[in-house]
């Protein structure tokens, strides 16, 4: 595996020539022996269509593409990461919260409302999150950013799992969301405005939730 973590806001990178990396512009911290960084507005595989896909979602994120031979260590503004092995399938994850991923990685990006329906429009626009995301497919590893660290919740069909939409950081697996709305602890200990949201994920897989509300 090309990433692993170094502590809780670091990640270290191993180069080797013949295979690129990725990584969010800004996020280099240090780096040694013959790597090259170039600016990248595509940001992996996936072809034109992928990348007008992210463009009218507003998630080009902007990248760089990491090559060479040699270590890359990568943070961002202090939060902390977790890496995260795919061995074939697809993680959902908003584009502002990737740090760094291999290049063996497929890219492309998902319309929420095909998961959920019309409750994944409201999602996007109650929660501030997109109403796209971006999607890595394949075999390799991808760094992600949160708030507070990340916890993982394994997502079963009898045990659905329900999350604070603004705690929600990625997922993975055969999982279907759908957003609800009910009286949370905030209406009770008076913190609310409104009606609670909670993001309800089921199937099987795994989601990922930062200890936080605050996005990035």
């Known amino acids: ?26 996020a280099m911290l240090a780096y040694k022996g013959e790597v090259s960084f170039t600016p990248n507005i595509q940001g992996g595989q996936g072809g034109v269509m992928s990348m007008i896909g ?3 979602a507003g998630e080009a994120t902007p990248l760089m593409t990491v090559e060479g031979s040699g270590t890359v260590f990568f ?32 890219q492309g990006t998902m319309f929420m409302g095909s998961q959920g329906g019309v409750m994944g429009l409201v999602r996007g626009q109650v929660t501030g999150q997109g109403l796209f995301t971006t999607t890595r497919t394949g075999r390799g590893a ?22 604070d939409p603004q705690a929600y950081v990625a997922h993975h697996g055969d999982i279907r969301n759908k957003l609800s709305a ?7 200990v008076g913190r609310g405005s409104g009606e609670a949201f909670q993001l309800e994920l089921s199937g099987n897989g795994t989601v990922y939730v930062q200890a936080s509300e605050e996005k990035l």
Do not use: C
């Open 1 to 26: 595996m090309a990433l692993r973590e170094v502590n809780s806001k670091m990640v270290e990178a191993t180069v080797v020539p013949g295979q690129r990396l990725y990584s969010q512009r800004g």
């Open 54 to 56: 992210r463009r009218v």
């Open 75 to 106: 943070g961002h503004g202090g939060h902390h990461v977790q890496v995260i092995t795919l061995s074939g399938d697809t993680l959902y994850v908003e584009a502002d919260r990737l740090l760094a991923f291999e290049g063996t990685l497929q």
């Open 142 to 163: 991808v760094a992600v950013m949160a708030h507070g660290g990340v916890f993982e919740i394994p997502v079963t069909p009898q045990r659905p799992v329900h999350v």
């Open 182 to 188: 009910a009286l949370g602890w905030r209406e009770m």
